[in-house]
Every structure is written in C-alpha cells, then in structure tokens.
C-alpha cells in the first residue's frame, strides 16, 4: 500500500503565497506522473498541475505564471509552490500520483487526504 500525505496548507491574504508538500511513502515501486488536483467547496475536483517523471511540467490556464510544480525523486516528494493566490484558489488541494511495479505493469492511481488552502482578507 502507498501513502501520500500533504502539508502546508493554511489561510492565506490575497497576493500571498503557500507551498504545499507531498509525500509518497510505503510499498513504491516506480512514480510516473505526480500531480496537485483541488476542489473548492460545491464543486468538482480539478486539475492544477502534474508532472512527469522527466520533470515536464503541464499546468491549468487559472494557475499559469502564478503556481510552480516540482517534485524530487529521490524523496518521492512534490511540491505545489504557490504565488499571487487569489480568494478563487480556496480549496482543498489534493495529491495525486501514479505508480508502477514493472515497465510492463499498469499505473495505479493514489490520492492524498488534502489540505486546506484559504485565501482571505
């Protein structure tokens, strides 16, 4: 079993920044792509940003220029950081990764429990 536990969540002004950790722990294999979803209150979950295991980096229209994905590999850890955050960026953020055993073998999908991210005055 793999187990993702996120921090760095907390309440936040406007223009301010957070950066929100992930990490990976258990029976890992390999981590292909490693992500950030968030869900604000009513509303469905969403992407923010993921990363491949090369360290491409693919982001939502909402979050480019202001949030920066990074992961390191040998600490199966990845970062969200987060600047210029707007009241709209109030969500539950979500890691999420995916997971093989052999080359051959499917991706599973793990999901972390969230943190909270409140930008408010």
């Known amino acids: 079993q793999v187990q993702l536990v996120e921090s760095g969540g907390g309440l936040v002004q406007p223009g301010g920044s957070l950066r929100l950790s992930c990490t990976a722990s258990?029976?890992?294999?390999?981590?292909?792509?490693m992500a950030w979803y968030r869900q604000a209150p009513g509303k469905e979950r969403e992407l923010v940003a993921f990363?491949?295991?090369?360290?491409?980096?693919n982001y939502a229209d909402f979050v480019k220029g202001r949030f920066t994905i990074s992961r390191d590999n040998a600490k199966n850890t990845v970062d969200l950081q987060m600047n210029s955050l707007k009241p709209e960026d109030t969500a539950e953020y979500y890691c999420?990764?995916?997971?093989?055993?052999?080359?051959?073998?499917?991706?599973?999908?793990?999901w972390g429990k969230g943190t909270l991210v409140t930008v408010s005055s």
């Open positions: 999420n990764v995916d997971i093989y055993y052999s080359d051959l073998a499917p991706r599973v999908n793990y």
């Open positions: 990363i491949t295991s090369e360290g491409r980096a």
């Open positions: 258990g029976s890992i294999g390999s981590i292909d792509h």
